[in-house]
């Protein structure tokens, strides 16, 4: 049985996951809002084959994004007050990794559309590893490092 201090650290966690939630989620809405009237623009027809497997994976990644980020709020309203919110929280971390994992291959997928269509392959393939180096760099590798540190 959780004593009490544990019952206010999985609330304090529980509180800075939907929280951290709450700042990913817009950003993905809006690359998929954008994703989503992307098709109806007069030159969107003219693109390339690579171009449109692009698209359709920064939408489908954004979709799912989306979903995943979602989720912890949905699982928190269904699972409310049945006193499982260290299950809870266990389960909406994982959520939001997946999620911010999905939210880069939509970026990714992206960045290489958008870049493609206004430079070319070359520039596209650059700025598109640019983008995962720097996003794998603030989002994996920081974390990960400063994970091997000794608490404070």
Known sequence: MPTEEDKQRIDRELIELLNEVRVALPGVQVLFAFLLIL???QGFRDTSDADRVAYTLALLSCAVAAALLIAPSAYHRLNFRRHNKERMVRDANRLLL???????????????????VVFGGTVAMAATFGTIVVY???????PLVRRREPDE
């Open 39 to 41: 098709p109806f623009q």
């Open 98 to 116: 997946a999620g911010i994992l999905a939210t880069g291959v939509g970026i990714a997928c992206a960045i290489y559309l958008v870049t493609d």
């Open 136 to 142: 794998g760099s603030l989002w994996v590798v920081l």
